[in-house]
């Protein structure tokens, strides 16, 4: 295989784990990332504290074989454990034959795969931002700080720089038949903290899932190796009962007192939390094509950003990395069939698990409280 020098746009999640593939096939590769070395510096709290990681991430990171430090700080998730409004709660395991989920930090998981990107050679040059992409030059124009407009020449680029993404942006506009499809759902999210107990303990059960099911909304929680939960709230924009209601301290207190009684007691600075923490929307984005010319390529939310009600974005952006090093075996320096036929793979699973994402939400905030569901999985866990 010839050696490439790479270019990818974006060092978050799947950005990083994608250079250390191309690495490992031998080309040299820079990555350009618009935040600050998050290893060094603090940066701005990135999208959701923790994500759960399913075998589709699992078999990606085993691939570049950092999947034991991984799952190292990672807590299995056995199932979903339901609190539903009237004080119920039930466990509902994710398969019969002992699956689960992982619970893993963002923040962990991203700072890991920038330190094995960079220990297979990868330069990451940070605060660089994409701006602009010259399709007949073959230049990327980055941002540096003040005035400074650096340009970089590439023969072949993947932008892995998110659901917003800049290069994305580019490709579309100097294209003359892009399909582009953005569409918000009218539920946000917050994220609330929920403390460890004494000792680092866990006030809730560890292992799982919770949620807390209301029907148009919810609240849900996942566990971090500290003995917290990141709790995120989907909630209504507006409404009778939504964000926009909730402007008081003791709105906010006594919404939680009357909806999630037993979170109020583990979260003592509810409140604060909520009016600091940001409201957050959630986008799907569906567009195409994803490729151009052999040189560029979407991956990632840059190609397929999903609501998050089905754990998979990341997951899935990880499987793309996946099959792109599958495609690298099979079809070496021909990058024209390697991009097409990653394309034409990956954009109907991306449109799949967009939807399948869209419909889970209802499965979530309603089916899991639903009493015919509750019972029927009581009788199938016996
Ligand atoms: P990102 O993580 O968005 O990374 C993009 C990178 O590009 C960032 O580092 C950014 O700074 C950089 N960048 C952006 N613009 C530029 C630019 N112009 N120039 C240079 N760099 C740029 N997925 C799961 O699999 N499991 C979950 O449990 C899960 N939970 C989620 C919960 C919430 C609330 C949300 C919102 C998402 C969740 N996801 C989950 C989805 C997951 O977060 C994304 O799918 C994943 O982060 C996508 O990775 P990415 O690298 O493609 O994009």
């Given at each position: 295989?010839?050696?490439?020098?790479?270019?990818?746009?974006?060092?978050?999640?799947?950005?990083?784990?994608?250079?250390?593939?191309?690495?490992?096939?031998?080309?040299?590769?820079?990555?350009?990332?618009?935040?600050?070395?998050?290893?060094?510096?603090?940066?701005?709290?990135?999208?959701?504290?923790?994500?759960?990681?399913?075998?589709?991430?699992?078999?990606?990171?085993?691939?570049?074989?950092?999947?034991?430090?991984?799952?190292?700080?990672?807590?299995?998730?056995?199932?979903?454990?339901?609190?539903?409004?009237?004080?119920?709660?039930?466990?509902?395991?994710?398969?019969?034959?002992?699956?689960?989920?992982?619970?893993?930090?963002?923040?962990?998981?991203?700072?890991?795969?920038?330190?094995?990107?960079?220990?297979?050679?990868?330069?990451?040059?940070?605060?660089?931002?994409?701006?602009?992409?010259?399709?007949?030059?073959?230049?990327?124009?980055?941002?540096?700080?003040?005035?400074?407009?650096?340009?970089?020449?590439?023969?072949?680029?993947?932008?892995?720089?998110?659901?917003?993404?800049?290069?994305?942006?580019?490709?579309?506009?100097?294209?003359?038949?892009?399909?582009?499809?953005?569409?918000?759902?009218?539920?946000?999210?917050k994220?609330l903290?929920?403390?460890?107990?004494?000792?680092?303990?866990?006030?809730?059960?560890?292992?799982?899932?919770?949620?807390?099911?209301?029907?148009?909304?919810?609240?849900?929680?996942?566990?971090?190796?500290?003995?917290?939960?990141?709790?995120?709230?989907?909630?209504?924009?507006?409404?009778?009962?939504?964000f926009?209601?909730l402007t008081t301290k003791e709105a906010v207190t006594?919404?939680?007192?009357?909806?999630?009684?037993?979170?109020?007691?583990?979260?003592?600075d509810l409140a604060d939390q909520f009016f600091n923490n940001p409201t957050?929307?959630?986008?799907?984005?569906?567009?195409?094509?994803?490729?151009?010319?052999?040189?560029?390529?979407?991956?990632?939310?840059?190609?397929?950003?999903?609501?998050?009600?089905?754990?998979?974005?990341?997951?899935?952006?990880?499987?793309?990395?996946?099959?792109?090093?599958?495609?690298?075996?099979?079809?070496?320096?021909?990058?024209?069939?390697?991009?097409?036929?990653?394309?034409?793979?990956?954009?109907?699973?991306?449109?799949?698990?967009?939807?399948?994402?869209?419909?889970?939400?209802?499965?979530?905030?309603?089916?899991?409280?639903?009493?015919?569901?509750?019972?029927?999985?009581?009788?199938?866990?016996?």
């Amino acid at each position: 295989m010839k050696k490439q020098e790479v270019v990818i746009i974006g060092a978050g999640l799947v950005g990083s784990l994608l250079s250390i593939y191309m690495s490992k096939k031998g080309h040299a590769v820079t990555i350009y990332e618009r935040r600050n070395d998050m290893r060094t510096e603090t940066v701005e709290a990135g999208r959701s504290i923790n994500l759960a990681l399913s075998d589709r991430g699992i078999k990606a990171l085993k691939e570049v074989g950092i999947i034991d430090d991984i799952l190292g700080i990672a807590i299995p998730m056995h199932g979903r454990y339901i609190h539903t409004a009237e004080g119920i709660h039930a466990f509902q395991p994710y398969g019969k034959t002992g699956e689960f989920i992982n619970s893993v930090s963002r923040y962990e998981l991203n700072c890991r795969l920038m330190d094995l990107a960079e220990h297979h050679g990868v330069s990451i040059k940070f605060n660089h931002k994409c701006e602009d992409i010259d399709w007949q030059k073959n230049e990327i124009t980055f941002h540096v700080g003040q005035d400074e407009l650096p340009v970089v020449p590439f023969s072949l680029c993947f932008a892995a720089d998110g659901a917003f993404s800049a290069a994305r942006l580019a490709h579309m506009l100097h294209h003359n038949k892009f399909d582009y499809n953005q569409y918000y759902i009218d539920c946000g999210y917050k994220e609330l903290s929920i403390p460890a107990g004494e000792n680092n303990s866990f006030l809730l059960e560890k292992n799982a899932l919770h949620i807390w099911p209301r029907k148009d909304y919810m609240l849900i929680a996942l566990p971090n190796t500290d003995g917290s939960f990141t709790g995120t709230l989907f909630f209504p924009f507006e409404g009778p009962l939504s964000f926009e209601r909730l402007t008081t301290k003791e709105a906010v207190t006594s919404f939680f007192k009357t909806t999630f009684p037993d979170v109020v007691d583990i979260i003592p600075d509810l409140a604060d939390q909520f009016f600091n923490n940001p409201t957050s929307s959630l986008v799907t984005v569906k567009c195409f094509p994803w490729i151009r010319d052999g040189k560029f390529c979407l991956i990632g939310d840059a190609a397929h950003a999903i609501v998050p009600f089905f754990g998979q974005g990341m997951n899935a952006g990880f499987e793309d990395c996946s099959i792109l090093n599958t495609l690298m075996d099979l079809h070496g320096d021909d990058w024209e069939t390697i991009l097409s036929t990653f394309q034409k793979l990956r954009k109907p699973d991306g449109d799949a698990i967009a939807d399948l994402a869209v419909n889970n939400f209802v499965e979530m905030r309603a089916k899991t409280a639903d009493p015919n569901f509750l019972l029927q999985k009581k009788i199938e866990s016996k």
